[in-house]
C-alpha cells in the first residue's frame, strides 16, 4: 500500500492533526490496515442467533458479513457477497435460514459459507455451464475467522490476530470478565444512529472522561461521572484498548462544580426511578467503559449494560449501533431497572445525545483546515494509566498505536 502523503506533528504525543479526520486516503488505508488488518471486530452477541439458522447482517468496517448460528456449538461469520458475482444476498436484519441463497442466479451455500449448489453447473442439453475444471470447494463464501467469548461474538479478517484474550491482555482480560462472566445475555432492545463524523471521533470520546464532567449536563448534575468522583483510566500494553473507571457521587455542589458549567444543582428528576441504582459488579466502582479498538464500546454505566458498535461509511461520517443487554437469570425487577437507565444512552439519551452532536461539531470545525492540529495534552504529554480523569492520556495512546500501523 502507498505510504501516507502527510507528516506528523513533531510535538507527536501532544497533537492529532485534522487530515486524520478527513482525508480519504488516509480513510482507505485505515480500513485496509486496521479494520481488515490484525484486529478483532465486533459481530454481535450469540443471543442475538440463539437456534441454528438463525442469523443476523452487519457491516465490519464497509464490509457487509453475515453472522449465524451453523451449528448447536458454532457461530460462523461469512461475507455476505455472493461468489458469483458479488450480490449483497442477505437483506433482512435477522432471520432464520436452512441455507443462504442468492436471489440473481440461485447459487446457494451452507451455514456455513460452503457452496452446495450452482444451477445449470453442467449446462442444459449438453449447452453451456461452468468449465470442466470449476471447484465449489474454492468458490465458498468468505469466511471470517471467529471467537465467541462468554456471549459476545468476534470476528477478524486476518490470519495474523493472536487470539482474543491475548488480543486484550491479561488487564483488560480482568475488565472484560468483570461484566462478560460467562453468564448467558439476553437482548433488551436496540438503537441506531448515524454520527456525521470520523470514525475515531467515538473512540476518542470514550478514551476522554475530561470532556464527560464538562459537556453532559445529567453526569454532572446527578453524580453519574464527575471530575471530584474517584476514577481511573487505564489502556492495554500497547495503547490501542482503554477503559474509564469511576464511583457514582452525588449531587452536591463544591470547589469542583464552579468549573462546571453545566451543573444544575437545582435539577429534579420527574421520575427517580431512573436513578435506582444497585452495586453488583466487584469493586466499589460503578462504571465501566471499555474501549475494544477498532469497532466496539463495551458499556457498563451503573446498571445499563450496552454495546455501542462503530461502523465506518467514509471518512466524514459512521453508523452507531447501540445494543441494550441484561443476564438471562437477571429478575423481573432488575430487567426494568435496566430498560430504564438505558435512557440515559442511545442517539435521545439524557446524556449520549451531546456526544453525537459534538462529534459533528467538531467535524464541521476542522475539515477546513487539515494541516492545522488539534491539543491532546491534558495531563501532560505522557501516556500511563491514572487515577484521576482530567486527562488525555488514553488518547495519546491510541494515537501512538494508530501510528505505528498507519507506517507514520
Not at 451452507?110 to 453447473?121: S, Y
Not at 462529534?359 to 494541516?371: D, K, L, N
Request: hydrophobic share 35%; charged share 25%.
Amino acid at each position: 500500500m502507498d505510504p501516507i502523503r502527510h507528516r506528523w506533528p513533531e510535538d507527536a504525543d501532544g497533537k492529532v492533526p485534522y487530515w486524520v479526520y478527513s482525508d480519504p486516503e488516509v480513510y482507505k488505508a485505515e480500513l485496509e490496515r486496521l479494520w481488515y488488518g490484525p484486529h478483532w471486530l465486533y459481530a454481535g452477541l450469540e443471543a442475538e442467533v440463539p437456534e441454528v439458522g438463525d442469523y443476523k447482517t452487519t457491516t465490519l468496517g464497509e464490509k457487509p458479513v453475515v453472522m449465524l448460528r451453523s451449528a448447536p456449538d458454532e457461530i460462523s461469520v461469512v461475507e455476505n457477497r455472493c461468489a458469483h458475482r458479488g450480490l449483497k444476498f442477505c437483506q433482512s436484519r435477522f432471520g432464520q435460514a436452512k441455507e443462504l441463497l442468492c436471489p440473481y442466479h440461485q447459487w446457494n451455500y451452507d451455514l456455513k459459507g460452503n457452496l452446495i449448489g450452482v444451477p445449470f453447473r453442467r449446462g442444459v442439453r449438453r449447452q453451456g455451464g461452468m468449465p470442466a475444471d470449476f471447484d465449489p470447494k474454492q468458490n465458498g463464501l468468505r469466511r471470517l475467522r471467529v471467537e465467541a467469548v462468554n456471549g459476545v461474538v468476534w470476528a477478524t479478517f486476518s490470519e495474523d490476530t493472536p487470539p482474543f484474550r491475548e488480543y486484550l491482555g491479561e488487564r483488560f482480560w480482568k475488565h472484560y470478565t468483570r461484566v462478560y462472566d460467562g453468564r448467558k445475555l439476553e437482548v433488551l432492545g436496540y438503537n441506531r444512529q448515524h454520527i456525521p463524523g470520523n470514525w475515531k471521533l467515538m473512540q476518542e470520546n470514550i478514551k476522554d472522561p475530561y470532556h464527560a464532567g464538562l459537556l453532559h449536563v445529567f453526569f454532572v448534575t446527578f453524580g453519574l461521572f464527575r471530575a471530584d468522583q474517584k476514577s481511573a483510566v487505564e489502556m492495554d500494553e500497547h495503547g490501542r484498548h482503554g477503559i474509564l473507571i469511576s464511583r457514582k457521587g452525588e449531587q452536591v455542589v463544591n470547589d469542583v462544580t464552579s468549573d462546571m458549567k453545566n451543573f444544575q444543582g437545582d435539577l429534579k428528576l420527574a421520575d427517580p426511578r431512573i436513578l435506582d441504582v444497585v452495586q453488583e459488579f466487584p469493586g466499589e466502582e460503578t462504571v465501566g467503559m471499555i474501549t475494544v479498538f477498532p469497532s466496539v464500546i463495551l458499556q457498563q454505566q451503573v446498571n445499563s449494560l450496552t454495546t455501542r458498535q462503530i461502523v465506518p461509511t467514509g471518512p466524514d461520517g459512521f453508523d452507531f449501533h447501540w445494543t441494550h443487554w441484561c443476564y438471562a437469570d437477571d429478575t423481573p425487577e432488575m430487567r426494568l431497572r435496566r430498560t430504564r437507565q438505558a435512557n440515559l444512552f442511545g442517539p435521545s439519551g439524557f446524556v449520549s445525545a451531546d456526544d453525537g452532536e459534538v462529534i459533528e461539531f467538531s467535524q464541521q470545525g476542522f475539515t477546513s483546515a487539515p494541516e492545522e492540529a488539534a491539543l491532546v495534552t491534558m495531563g501532560g504529554r505522557d501516556i500511563a494509566n491514572t487515577e484521576h480523569m482530567v486527562t488525555e492520556t488514553a488518547i495519546r495512546g491510541m494515537y501512538r498505536y494508530w501510528r505505528g500501523m498507519m507506517g507514520l
